[in-house]
């Protein structure tokens, strides 16, 4: 099993540029999430799902899209990159059980120029 | 919300043992998680105790749970040089069980 699998692995984006980044996951996992990382602030979420075709905000969703399409797949778009969207960004999946024990993803390096 | 809290460095050396620590603030939290990341990789779920436990020991590991100071901690007997990485401590969220709220990481490096 590849688990989750999450694609680009780098980008660089200039100022206003658009991109998504997508996370795939062949767990059957009913939750979905993504998550940056910056230096000194740990893992903030960003938007989550509990479902295909549901999404909700996490912490920090300024900036951000997401859809679930599809139950294996979950996708982040950033509709104009700003620098502030420096930063590595984490997909992760879970089962809908008490435990909410995440299963990662490798990470996407994004910087936005 | 869930405040997670943990001090950014450790060194230890090698064969000594590691302890790494966490406060939380949320009473409520049913589990808390411990997840290792090393360089370049996502994160991985190292162990994780239940609240109406104290202790929790898988092999080198020992978590220790303290819910009237909410503090949690991790010790790694005979550190070795793979054990270098970040660690996060990790809790549901107070906003919905659906969400895990993280510490901001601790990283571990170890002396040969």
């Known amino acids: 099993n590849a688990g989750v699998t999450q694609t680009p692995k780098f980008r660089v984006l200039k100022t206003g540029q658009s991109m998504t980044l997508l996370c795939a996951q062949d767990m059957n996992h009913e939750y979905m999430y993504w998550y940056r990382q910056d230096p000194g602030m740990g893992l903030r979420l960003i938007h989550y799902?509990?479902?295909?075709?549901?999404?909700a905000k996490g912490e920090v969703p300024d900036g951000y899209n997401v859809s679930r399409l599809k139950k294996q797949n979950f996708l982040l778009g950033l509709e104009s990159a700003a620098p502030s969207q420096t930063s590595v960004y984490f997909c992760?999946?879970?089962?809908?059980?008490?435990?909410?024990?995440?299963?990662f993803g490798s990470g996407t390096q994004l910087s936005v120029l | 919300g869930e405040d997670v809290e943990q001090s950014l460095f450790l060194s230890v050396r090698e064969g000594d043992s590691s302890v790494i620590n966490c406060t939380y603030t949320d009473s409520s939290s049913t589990y808390l998680y411990w997840y290792k990341q090393e360089p370049g990789a996502g994160l991985q779920l190292l162990t994780y105790i239940f609240s109406n436990m104290d202790m929790k020991q898988d092999q080198r590991l020992t978590v220790l749970l303290n819910k009237k100071d909410k503090h949690l901690s991790l010790r790694i007997a005979d550190t070795q040089t793979g054990d270098s990485a970040i660690y996060f401590c990790?809790?549901?969220?107070?906003?919905?069980?659906?969400?895990?709220?993280f510490g901001t990481g601790t990283k571990l490096q170890v002396i040969p």
């Open positions: 990790a809790g549901p969220h107070s906003g919905g069980y659906q969400k895990v709220t």
């Open positions: 992760a999946s879970s089962y809908l059980t008490e435990d909410r024990k995440l299963f």
């Open positions: 799902s509990v479902g295909e075709g549901t999404t």
